[in-house]
């Protein structure tokens, strides 16, 4: 059954006497007044959430690696593990995961005492749709993807990341953000600001 | 023959003052219309330049100025530079017949704070105010682009109708004062005890709504319309040639007609009024300053309310409008002249 509605017509009385204009003006006006939402994005910047998609990073060994899972890894391979350099055991399967495989250029070396140890790790991020994909198939949580956004960059060149870069971001993530809480909203001050007219109750309140 | 010399010598600082004022607040209201603007949007609008963004009137003309300037293919050269100068003169003209306090004397020279203080004062203003729709025609049809041309010709539309209504909507306090002086207007406000709003309220509506008409103003911003007509006529102008339109049409003009509402509503520079029985300044420290500063106060107060309505509501059509111009605003106007003869008499006592 189709249900009817209509708008409530505007009376003569609040027509002659702009009862819908005042309604308005009410609104905008009390607007007004209120403290600004924005935030001065040169000056201040929102952190994003943990699981924002930005630039990948490489994570180091730092003995926080997934277990048993590592070490199965490591053990399969061969890998010569050297703390303080990237946890990558050399699988491709974040290759294989991608829908644009020619971004990853991956390529492991064998030492002179047989271990095997990675040697290049190139992602040219103009292919790059951010779907996250070589992030989920990285079996020893080493690829990730930080909250850098701010990817504009003056040549093509810029755009690609080595093995050194993506290690310094991971180690970057490491230092600043490794141990919060892998929720979407955490509970940091400045998105606090964003929403605090909402009366959303936030973990530090509560405590 | 001294004399002349003096009266030339007082005139040139009149309008140098004038022009100065004018055209320098003209410019600053761009850094007013966007904070109220950014503010009723819950921003901080411009923020960098200087403090709080003060001096972004001044960045923003440089950035016009070192614009490239462009001209349409078959746009006809000639009108194209005429509609800028026919859009910015009579508007800044206006002024020349808006009193801005009472008469004062200095150095012993008898001064009126206006440029020339003519008989049919507000006569000038209307007709300067039809000028502006020549600019705009002008304008579209000279830049040879179709959303110039329906932009200019929506803007003529409203401007003819609204021409009518807001003439027959000053006709009230006209008759009351007896004069089309400006001058006199506000004397007679002062000498009766009594702003003609408080028995002109329905003029008052109606000349506010024509106001925002004649000033291309939400809702009646039919004529640039950016969703449809990008900008209407100002399309094809680049650089301080587009800035001059939005300059004169929203600031000048509407400082302009702010200032012509409160001189024939507002009682001029008068304090606060209680019909029949008086004045009330709480601004009296102020000495001779204080008519000034009610002047600047009401029309800032104005001009002020008219942003705050274009940041409120929605935008009518053309037909809307033209259809609310001749079939209620006149007819408004109609009654409010027979209400008008009725208590004239009571107020000229």
């Known amino acids: 059954m189709i249900k009817k509605v209509f708008e409530k017509p505007v009376s003569w009385i609040e027509r002659a006497l702009f009862l819908d204009f005042i309604k308005g003006l009410s609104i905008t006006i009390?607007?007004?007044?209120?403290?600004?939402?924005?935030?001065?994005?040169?000056?201040?910047?929102?952190?994003?959430?943990?699981?924002?998609?930005?630039f990948h990073g490489h994570k180091v060994v730092d003995g926080n690696e997934p277990q048993p899972a590592f070490d199965e890894w490591v053990a399969r391979f061969n890998i010569h593990v050297q703390p303080g350099k990237s946890r990558c055991v050399v699988c491709q399967l974040c290759k294989r995961a991608c829908p644009v495989p020619e971004l990853f250029q991956i390529e492991g070396e064998k030492l002179p005492n047989g271990k095997r140890v990675l040697k290049t790790f190139n992602m040219n991020l103009m292919l790059c749709t951010f779907c996250g994909l070589c992030v989920d198939a990285c079996p020893v949580d080493c690829l990730f993807m930080s909250d850098i956004h701010e990817t504009a960059c003056y040549t093509r060149k810029d755009a690609i990341l080595d093995i050194e870069i993506l290690e310094k971001i991971g180690k970057d993530w490491q230092l600043r953000r490794e141990n919060e809480p892998d929720r979407i909203w955490i509970d940091d001050a400045q998105r606090k600001r964003l929403w605090y007219e909402n009366n959303l109750s936030f973990l530090e309140d509560k405590r | 023959m001294e004399g002349l010399v003096a009266n030339l010598i007082v005139i040139a600082i009149k309008i140098v003052v004038i022009l100065l004022i004018t055209l320098g607040i003209g410019a600053f209201l761009t850094w007013v219309e966007r904070k109220v603007a950014a503010h009723i949007q819950r921003r901080p609008g411009p923020m960098v330049v200087g403090w709080h963004g003060l001096l972004q009137p001044l960045a923003d003309g440089l950035k016009l100025l070192t614009k490239e300037d462009l001209f349409p293919r078959y746009g006809n050269r000639f009108l194209y530079y005429l509609a800028i100068v026919m859009a910015l003169v009579p508007a800044t003209l206006t002024f020349a017949v808006v009193p801005f306090g009472p008469e004062f004397t200095l150095f012993g020279i008898t001064v009126k704070p206006i440029l020339t203080d003519v008989n049919i004062g507000i006569l000038l203003v209307f007709a300067l105010g039809s000028m502006a729709v020549y600019a705009i025609a002008l304008a579209g049809w000279a830049s040879n682009s179709k959303y110039a041309l329906i932009g200019s010709m929506r803007k003529a539309g409203i401007v003819v109708s609204y021409e009518v209504v807001i003439t027959f909507a000053v006709m009230g306090p006209i008759i009351l004062a007896g004069t089309l002086s400006t001058y006199s207007i506000v004397q007679a406000q002062i000498e009766q005890k009594l702003w003609y709003i408080w028995v002109q309220p329905m003029a008052f509506v109606v000349y506010m709504f024509a106001v925002l008409a004649e000033m291309g103003r939400v809702p009646f911003d039919v004529q640039e319309a950016e969703a449809e007509l990008t900008t209407g006529f100002t399309v094809e102008y680049g650089g301080m040639k587009f800035g001059i339109f939005p300059l004169v049409e929203w600031y000048i003009e509407g400082l302009a007609l702010s200032a012509i509402a409160v001189v024939l509503f507002l009682g001029g520079w008068s304090p606060l009024?209680?019909?029949?029985?008086?004045?009330?300044?709480?601004?009296?420290?102020?000495?001779?300053?204080?008519?000034?500063?009610?002047?600047?106060?009401?029309?800032?107060?104005?001009?002020?309310?008219?942003?705050?309505?274009?940041?409120?509501?929605?935008?009518?059509?053309?037909?809307?409008?033209?259809?609310?111009?001749?079939?209620?605003?006149?007819?408004?106007?109609?009654?409010?002249?027979?209400?008008?003869?009725i208590v004239a008499p009571l107020i000229w006592r």
Request: glycine share 4%.
């Open chain 1, 30 to 54: 009390r607007h007004a007044f209120r403290k600004t939402i924005t935030t001065h994005y040169p000056y201040e910047k929102l952190t994003p959430p943990k699981r924002f998609r930005g």
């Open chain 2, 273 to 341: 009024n209680i019909p029949f029985v008086g004045f009330i300044d709480p601004l009296f420290f102020l000495g001779p300053l204080s008519p000034f500063l009610w002047f600047a106060l009401k029309v800032a107060l104005v001009f002020l309310f008219i942003l705050w309505l274009h940041w409120t509501l929605p935008r009518y059509r053309i037909d809307q409008i033209t259809e609310t111009a001749w079939k209620v605003m006149l007819p408004l106007t109609f009654i409010n002249l027979v209400f008008t003869a």
